[in-house]
Structure formats: C-alpha cells, structure tokens
C-alpha cells in the first residue's frame, strides 16, 4: 500500500477476496489514514509532488462524509492558486477501439519528453469489486510502474454529476502536484462524453476503420465535440482500410460548420500497440494549444467550462432539493393522477406544487 | 375582424402599415374585447364549436395580462373533461420542404373526409410583424377558407418555453372545440421539434429526395423521433430520385432500435401539389393509432408527456426564480470573477450561492 498510484490499477484484486473481509480491511485503512494526516500535511506533500499525499486528498474529495468533505474543501482552497497549469486532454472511443494501449503508449511518449502525466477516468457505472475503467491490473502496466505518471481510477458507486465534480476538483490537485498533461478517460457511450468535454481543452476521439460510425456506436454529436480523431490500428492488413477512414472522417468533419475555437479538427492515424503516430498527434495538441492561446479561445474555454459547472450545480441542487421533499413527492404523485383523470394540466399542477416553495 | 381564423393568416398585413397606427388599432380591439365577453360565454360558445370564440380564448392564453391568465385559467379548466379526444399530428421539415403545400392538402383530405382540422404551429422567433411560419396570407388559403378547419399561428414574440405552454393549453381547447384532427406544424430548425415531439401522439417528417439528410439540415436526432417520413414533392422528373430517397431512408431508420410504441416507422412518397399519397399517409396514421391503443401506448405516451411537462415547467420556474433574484445576479457575477482568479472553484462557488436561498 505504500504506492497509491499502483493501489488505484488493483482494484480487481478485490474480486477474489472475500467482499466482508475485504470492505473491512478497507474500512480500517481508511480509518487509519483519516487520524493520520492532517490537511496541511498533505497541502505541503502535494505542492512537493507527493504522489502519496495526492491520492489520500483525492480519497477526501472522492468521501461522502462531511468531515472528508471539509477536509478537502481546505486543501483545494490551497491548491488553486497552483493550479491552471497544465493541458487537460479529454479521450474517448468505444471500447475496444484500444483506449488503454493508446493511453499507456501516449502517456510513456510524454513521460520520456520529461512530462509528468496524471490519468483520471469517468465511469459512473464503475464500481469498487466491478471496476470497468482502469480497473484491470494488467492494463497500463509500463505506465504504472511510471514515476512520472499517476493513474486514477474513477469513484465508485457515483452519479454521473458526482464523478464530474471529483473529477474537475481532482484536476486541480494534480496540477498543484506539478503534473503538466491530465488525461481524462472516458467509456464512450452516453452523456460522460459531454461532460468530459466540459472539463477538457482538447477532445481526442479514437476511432477504429472499417465499420462507420452507426456501427461503431459513435454519436453525432460525439464528433461535433472532437478536436480530432485518431484512427487507431492503423497498422498491417489494416493500413489501407484506415486511410479510406481517414478520408472519410475528414469529410464528415468538413460539414460541421467552423468551431469557434477556429481550430480545424484533423484526423489522424496512428497504430498504439506499435507506437506509430503517437508524437504527430502529441505535436497536433501543441499547435492547438500555441493557435488558441494567441486567439485567447484557450482562456475563453476555461472561463466557460466554469461558468458551465456553476449553473449546472446550482439547478441540479435546486431541482433535487425541490423534487425530494416529502411533501412535494406527495402532491406530484397526487397531481400526476389528476392529470391522467383529465382534472388538471401539467400547467396548472407545476404552478401549484411551486406555491408549495 | 369577424372571422378569428382568417385574421390568423393576414399578419402580414401589419407590414404594410403604419406600426404605431397598427399597435394603437390592436390595442382598442383588443380593449373592446377584454371587456366584451365573459369567460363562461367564451367556455360555451368553444363546446359549441364557435370557432370566434376558441380564437378569443386563445387570445387570453396568450395574453402576459393577470386578469387575462386568470381568465383563461377558468376557460381551460372547463374545457379539460372535453379535450383528450383528437389525435395530435405534428410535422416537421425544412423550409422548402412544402410544408404549407402539405398542410393544405392534407387538411383538406380530412375536411373532405367530414373531419374537423386545427392547425397550430411552434416558432418561438416569429413576431407579430415578421411572422415566418403562417404568417403568409396566400399559405393555405384554401384551407383558411374551409369552414371545418381552424389555423393559427404560432404566439409573437415569445420563447420556446412560452410557445409550448400556449400551444398545450391551445389544443385543450381546440379538442373542446370538436376538432378530431390538430396538426402542429415546427419550422424544422432546432429545438422546437423536441417541443413539439412531446406534445404529439405521431410525428411525421417531411424530406425532399436528392440531397441526404445532412445537406437538408435534418438533424438525425429529428430521424430518430419520426414515426414516419413522407418524401414530398414525388412527381414528374424526380419520382426516380423519391424512390431511391425512400430506400436510403428505410435503411436508415432500420439502424434505430425499436421503439416503445413498437411501431416501425415507415416512409412513404407523396405529392402534395398534385394530391398524390395523402390518403396513404392518413390510412398509415389510423393504423397507427390502433396499434398503439391496442398495445397501451397511445395513452401511456400522452400521460408521459404530460409528466414531462410538469417537471419542465417546475424545473425552469425554480431555475428563473433563483437566478433572476438581484442579490443572486450580482453575486453570480463576483463569483464568476473570482473562479476566473482562480480564487474558488465552480463547486464552492455554487454552494454559496445556494446557501443564499
């Protein structure tokens, strides 16, 4: 346990493990570390690049309980003034599409450039026995055994909207460890695209040739977001039907009008099992970078992303403390059969449950 | 003035005149009919399908006046144990489409088939003085001349949000009017279809042959809630072109899962100007319709919409209410300087805000 960056790669490890023994044992390693460290203690480790320190403030953020929770507001408070720092690359693909090999073959191309890399995930589903994302020992092996990366799983057990907020708090922690690129890993089916999206500068899809994108699940929408894409396996028997893919992405993405970013999504190839590609795409990233910091776009992007998580907190906590009342749940259910019974509009009975505010 | 149905169309005629001379004659008309009827005469000339009074009542759901609201109020809650019996088309498409050539014809199939037919449209950007959707006198100007039906444009000047709420409240009282058919008509950009959507029993999409969807602006996730696609303008040198148009289309709608209603949606060619495939159309939609009542789905479809509804309307009310709060202005504007200084987060930023509540 001395290593939290390798604990958070052997998650599974758990399934074999009797579950009462094991949320025990994990109950009393936590009860442990919560009388351990205090905030200060772990401010200072985190601003000296403690990677140990990092994990257990992440662990704080990651807790629902209030005292955690008090604790990690004192030392993201600390950490701003440190943070902003690095480039946030959002990366998505469906699964299958080699997302970990890419990652790990990404992440040692950066560490060798003497970058220190930080992965996070966003996995609602993920849960602590059941780890879907990051969760598998032997994926991103060479890149955990890394001192300059530090990979981390999503928390467990967490709404859509939890995980979002750990995951944008946990941000900051890693750029006020000093890490300079924060890779954020998401499944690639459903809304955790959206928000990773709203957290990133840059949006990286990869894509495999072959299929079109209905086939590969791939939304629309999903390639309006992207920056780029990559297309993966482009390698072998696969190398002439991924330059045909190439071609055709780079005219689906000419149909999307301009971004306001002025930046032009490119598609790219790359083969991450072979390292082939891997520094074009690292190169494009910078170039994005360098263009939209001199248009001011990049600082734009931060301020709205900002903007953006502020108003979405602020209407999910009204509605949820609005629809959880007792009372309101009552009247709803009531006024939702007199809807049915054609005794009221859905109008008329939302004007009458607001007067219940 | 006499007949409300035919004012509906000659909204143009406001360009042509002076805009004050216009405002101040709307102003006194509408002064004189403030005070000229009273609710319950207006609620018994509607259940006697008097088609002055259902456009008069629809005046008072859309007035901003208190008393007007009030008014309408009571009017609605009468007309509710005789609504819920029409069936709801909407119909999308985009300009050029010949939505207005569609509507004209199919609302005179219907009126021919003894059937009454109200038309209503959704397009929050139309004003009074620049109505782009109905707003023509020359559109439909056979239908406005029908005696069985009854069209109005959409409410001037008002938000989505806005338009939907008159538009619901529209169809109760047109249903209490006796109208079997109500067709609402979207302009085919945006979000005014998801509006729309879910506040019809079937919705249907118009497309020309020729171009593919994205050339045309149809937006696939508009594809995904068609319940069928009608090919307009089939006739002469592009009937080829509508046939191919169909299959690609069939194809396309194959690559959606099936739906609730377990209806596979169908596309079909028509002309509309040459009266050809509009009685097809009307055949598919009662099959429709017996299906769905059989399997439950018709009913369970508008009760979730109506639920729908209720959480919308609550949802954007509790959001307005708090931000539009002075005191909640001016610290959402510190706290958005303060993120952007790196001096809070979004999280922490939120939850001041709330505990102002």
Redesign the interface.
């Given at each position: 346990m001395a290593k939290i960056n390798k604990s958070a790669l052997s998650e599974k490890k758990g399934v074999s493990v009797s579950e009462t023994t094991n949320a025990n044992s994990i109950k009393s390693y936590k009860e442990n570390r919560k009388t351990e460290i205090a905030p200060d203690t772990l401010i200072e480790g985190i601003l000296k690049k403690n990677i140990t320190a990092l994990g257990r403030a992440i662990t704080l953020i990651e807790s629902k309980n209030q005292k955690h929770t008090n604790q990690a507001?004192t030392i993201?408070?600390a950490c701003?003034?440190h943070?902003?720092k690095s480039i946030r690359i959002g990366i998505t693909g469906v699964p299958g599409v080699g997302k970990s090999t890419f990652i790990e073959a990404f992440g040692k191309h950066l560490t060798d450039l003497g970058k220190r890399v930080a992965v996070l995930a966003i996995d609602p589903s993920s849960s602590i026995t059941k780890g879907s994302i990051l969760g598998d020992k032997t994926r991103m092996e060479q890149l955990a055994r890394n001192d300059r990366a530090f990979i981390r799983p999503s928390a467990s057990g967490e709404s859509l909207g939890g995980v979002a907020?750990t995951t944008?708090?946990t941000i900051?922690l890693c750029e006020a460890a000093g890490f300079d690129v924060i890779l954020i890993e998401t499944v690639g089916v459903g809304q955790s695209e959206i928000a990773v999206h709203s957290m990133v500068d840059f949006f990286l899809l990869l894509k495999l040739s072959g299929a079109g994108d209905?086939l590969q699940g791939i939304k629309?929408g999903i390639i309006e977001m992207a920056d780029a894409i990559a297309i993966n396996k482009a390698d072998g028997d696969n190398l002439k039907s991924a330059k045909l893919a190439q071609t055709e992405s780079k005219r689906a993405l000419n149909?999307y009008p301009e971004k306001d970013s002025q930046w032009q999504p490119r598609v790219l190839l790359c083969s991450a099992i072979n390292n082939k590609g891997i520094d074009a795409i690292w190169q494009m990233i910078l170039e994005y970078e360098k263009v939209t910091t001199k248009n001011g776009y990049f600082e734009e992007k931060r301020?709205k992303q900002?903007?953006?998580?502020?108003i979405q907190?602020?209407?999910n906590?009204?509605?949820s403390r609005?629809?959880q009342r007792p009372d309101i749940k009552a009247e709803?259910e009531k006024?939702?059969k007199l809807?049915?019974e054609?005794?009221?509009?859905?109008?008329?009975?939302?004007e009458y449950?607001?007067g219940l505010?």
């Open positions: 507001k993201i408070q701003l003034p943070a902003n907020r944008r708090e900051i209905e629309r149909l301020n900002s903007e953006y998580w502020l907190t602020i209407e906590q009204l509605n609005f629809f709803l006024h939702l809807i049915r054609n005794k009221t509009t859905a109008f008329a009975a939302a449950l607001l505010e």
